[in-house]
Nanobody, 118 residues
């Protein structure tokens, strides 16, 4: 069973920055080349949506709404992924979930709340 632990959420004013971290209980990126980790978010009353993902090979994918403001990265130990969020907007307010796709199976963290005040 893969466990994901997120940290770094909180309250920030519009225009500010936050950095989210997610650590997996196994080395996600050490297996299948297609394995990936990433971040999704769910705002109140809305469906969960992709924010950003990164694969073992370093391929990146971002939602259009965060391009140029958010940066996803991973550590060399292949166990953690980070999301640097700059120029935050009230529309970024949501619960952010860490995701790991390990050999085709999705695993989720419990989520961390990000609140951006105007």
């Amino acid at each position: 069973q893969v466990q994901l632990m997120e940290s770094g959420g909180g309250l920030v004013q519009a225009g500010g920055s936050l950095r989210l971290s997610c650590t997996a209980s196994v080395s996600i990126f050490s297996f299948n080349a297609g394995n990936a980790m990433g971040w999704y978010r769910q705002a109140p009353g809305k469906q969960r949506e992709l924010v950003a993902t990164i694969t073992r090979g370093g391929n990146l994918n971002y939602a259009d709404s965060v391009k140029g403001r958010f940066t996803i990265s991973k550590n060399s130990a292949a166990t953690s992924v980070y999301l640097q969020m700059n120029s935050l907007e009230p529309e970024d307010t949501a619960v952010y979930y860490c995701n790991a796709n390990l050999n085709g199976i999705n695993y989720w963290g419990k989520g961390t709340l990000v609140t951006v005040s105007s």
